[in-house]
């Protein structure tokens, strides 16, 4: 948050974000060609410097008309993407200052309204996973000598749950659905249909993931089994911090999951097409934190 000191900063970076990379250089649709704008300084406001055209950067975005600092925010979207185990609407409302009725109205529009999906591929570097809800049998993959050699008691454990499968673009969006069960090739599809196959894909060593050299530019592979967890920039701490999210706000609005009892999400962790909060979460994780424990489980 360093980067976002005041409500100033934040909405500069929402300015470059959606129209002016540079800060000052935006495309006015009145003048039909680049110009340059200035600050409104009593406005939320950005205005032509040829023909007084003006850009509001918050228009359209869940900040709009909020009597909420923008810097509480950020702030509030800082510490629902990179705490590792997620937070609850409570949390906020003590994080944050403010009441209980704003907290979980900002909860709700950040969960729901920022992560909404667009249909562009996720490209660059995608981290993908795959998590049950209720807890996932991380240790058969360590412990396991044969892949195919699992007891029926452990299939019929897995079927169970609901398994959940997600893909992250670095400093980006995420698309998460609920798959039947996470073996056989679902997985491998579900990731060629939202992911560009110019890019680098990460996983462990799941053997769901093998074929998945073929449909991309680069698969790195983690070894959980081996407990390695991140090798110089291959690791799915990404997804697996989106995860912990998850499954916090599972426990914290429902007391039992059932497959059926969820629908697909699809959302954008940072927010990344709505709002351009990716660049946020992005810089903040890589020169802060870089997690480095084991996976999260329920
Ligand atoms: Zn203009």
Not at 35 to 42: A, D, E, G, I, L
Not at 68 to 80: D, E, G, K, P, R
Not at 116 to 133: F, K, N, Q, R
Not at 155 to 161: F, G, H, Q, T, Y
Request: proline letters at 5%.
């Amino acid at each position: 948050m360093r980067d976002y000191p005041d409500d100033a900063a934040c909405l500069d970076h929402l300015w470059r974000h959606r129209y002016a990379p540079d800060g000052h250089t935006a495309d006015c649709p009145k003048c039909a060609q680049p110009r340059r704008f200035h600050r409104v300084k009593t406005r939320p406001c950005y205005v032509c410097g040829s023909c007084g055209h003006q850009f509001y950067p918050l228009a359209g975005t869940i900040f709009h008309k909020s009597s909420t600092s923008l810097h509480l925010w950020f702030y509030a979207i800082h510490l629902m993407t990179s705490t590792r185990c997620g937070i609850s609407a409570k949390h906020l409302e003590r994080e944050l200052g403010v009441t209980y009725k704003t907290a979980w109205r900002m909860f709700n529009l950040i969960r729901n309204k920022l992560m909404a999906d667009d249909d562009e591929p996720l490209s660059g570097a995608v981290e993908i996973d795959e998590t049950s809800v209720d807890g996932k049998p991380r240790k058969f993959q360590g412990a396991r000598k044969r892949p195919n050699a699992i007891s029926e008691g452990v299939k019929l454990a897995e079927r169970r749950r609901a398994t959940v499968f997600a893909a992250v673009e670095r400093g980006g969006r995420v698309r998460a659905t609920v798959l039947p069960s996470r073996r056989g090739p679902r997985l491998r599809e579900q990731a060629i249909e939202w992911v560009d196959p110019k890019s680098i894909v990460m996983t462990d060593e799941w053997p769901a993931y093998n074929q998945l050299h073929k449909h991309f530019a680069k698969h790195s592979r983690i070894r959980h089994g081996a407990l390695e967890y991140v090798d110089g920039e291959i690791h799915t701490n990404t997804i697996e911090g989106f995860f912990g999210n998850l499954k916090t706000g599972i426990r914290a609005t429902t007391s039992s999951c059932r497959t059926s009892g969820y629908r697909a999400i699809s959302t954008s962790s940072a927010g990344a097409t709505a709002t351009g909060m990716t660049a946020a979460r992005c810089s903040t994780r890589s020169s802060s934190e870089q997690p480095v424990q084991p996976k999260l489980s329920l």
